[in-house]
């Protein structure tokens, strides 16, 4: 029997960035082509960009390996990334023949979409509608996201870097807290990403080692956040600490659901087309407390931000092969004939850490969340458990260096390209 000769490929980045999701796109080119494919177009911000007839020819940016390598080292979404939300097939059936009629147009076989738990509810919806019309296109998704709460695999590409340089910042921060000397002594309270999920805010407990206590307390989202117990733990420490550093989930709510971040007078709060507020300011409404109910004592909030997701000079070495072999194996899983799957990755070893991959069903992943288990979270409520370490710590090790240019790390570049998003 003659096997029908391949056309194209495309792929598409969604969601927040990583440090490790250009690594997955250099991993669906290099496979794709490997495979036989003739081109692989990048939708430039996602499905929304594509809708609009926004892609890119990427043989036209991966050149060379060196480009190959800094696109591995790249932070951010190189193609630009996006939040939609895809309307339910039955109530807007014209946008999904639109979006059939691009990839038809384009020779499409496969398409791969990058993302997180919300992008994986595209997979889904556009794999359904290629069985309701018939389609042999396959779509499948490749796992993306720092807050590590995807349904079904072991972890995610992004949240390994992204634990890294929270370690690492927690751990700095620290060192600088114990200079200065300040008469009422200091809080400082880290306000880190993850939304209600705690695998990030958990990984500030990796600063723990041989020279350095760690942080004094973690509050992850998982458990409902009491501000005057916090506050007294908060107090208490004091007592025994010139300096005290606690890290909170930027997602931290109160017994009745509000977010902390919402306790503060009500200011206008961007939401995304999922339904998701900006979480922002928690460690500065925490501060606010501590300096308004301890007397004379100095605070100070740190937000780390969109820093936590960019910071690939301090990427781990596991996060990074791991993305690009993901990334290929989601263009394996495509050319192979899967469709409406994602690629999870499965934990066979901690120490020496194994792991491989299997595609599972993306009906059963998408829009979930999967968060840390209460019984990794201490009694009391403020640390994280010995398993919570003994899950992260392989997946922070080794490190990519850097491509420096001028002492500072060069990423992959084409002039006029950043105009294009
Ligand atoms: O998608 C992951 C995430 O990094 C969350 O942890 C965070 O709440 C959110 O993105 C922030 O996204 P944005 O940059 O769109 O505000």
């Known amino acids: 029997m003659l096997q029908k000769e391949k056309r194209n490929v495309i792929v598409g980045q969604s969601g927040g960035p990583t440090a490790a999701i250009n690594s997955s796109l250099a991993g669906v080119y290099r496979t794709a082509r490997d495979r036989g494919y003739k081109k692989v177009y990048g939708m ?18 991966i050149q060379s390996g060196l480009d190959a390598e800094l696109l591995k080292r790249t932070p951010s979404a190189y193609l630009g990334s996006c939040r939609y939300k895809l309307p339910e097939i039955h109530s807007n059936q014209e946008l999904y023949d639109k979006i059939f009629k691009i990839l038809n147009d384009l020779e499409i076989d496969c398409f791969i979409y990058i993302g997180g738990n919300d992008s994986m509810d595209t997979i889904k919806k556009l794999s359904d509608y290629a069985i309701i019309t018939g389609s042999d296109i396959r779509f499948v998704g490749c796992p993306k996201t720092i807050d590590n709460d995807l349904a079904l695999t072991d972890h995610t590409p992004g949240y390994g870097s992204a634990a890294k340089y929270i370690g690492t910042s927690v751990k700095e921060i ?11 002594g200091q809080i400082i309270v880290i306000e880190i990403m993850g939304r209600n999920a705690g695998w990030l805010t958990g990984a500030a407990a990796l600063a723990k080692s041989e020279d350095c206590d760690g942080p004094d307390a973690i509050y992850l989202p998982e458990l409902a956040f009491d501000v005057d117990k916090f506050v007294n733990n908060c107090r208490e420490l004091l007592k025994k600490k010139a300096s005290v ?19 503060e007078e009500e200011t206008p709060q961007y939401v995304d087309a999922f339904g998701h507020k900006q979480l922002t300011g928690t460690a500065r409404y925490l501060c606010n407390r501590l300096s308004n109910e301890i007397e004379g004592c100095k605070t100070r909030a740190i937000e780390l931000s969109t820093l936590q997701r960019a910071a690939s000079h301090c990427a781990s070495r596991v996060d990074i092969l791991e993305a690009y072999e993901v990334g290929g194996a989601a263009m394996k899983a495509a050319d192979e004939g899967d469709s409406g799957k994602m690629v999870v990755i499965v934990r066979t070893s901690d120490d020496p850490y194994q792991a491989s991959t299997e595609v599972k069903d993306v009906h059963k992943i998408a829009n979930d969340e999967r968060v840390v288990p209460e019984s990794w979270i201490t009694p009391d409520g403020t640390y994280v458990t010995s398993e919570f370490i003994t899950y992260v710590r392989p997946l922070i090790q080794g490190d990519v260096a850097p491509i ?15 105009e294009l998003l």
């Open 245 to 263: 550093v606690v890290a909170v989930s930027e997602g931290i709510r109160t017994a009745d659901g509000k977010y902390v971040s919402d306790l």
């Open 174 to 184: 620290i060192r600088d807290s114990w200079s200065l000397e300040t008469s009422g």
């Open 44 to 61: 430039l911000h996602g499905v929304q960009g594509l809708m609009e007839g926004r892609y890119v020819d990427l043989s036209e940016h």
């Open 404 to 418: 420096m240019v001028d002492g500072i790390p060069r990423h992959l570049y084409k002039p006029g390209f950043q």
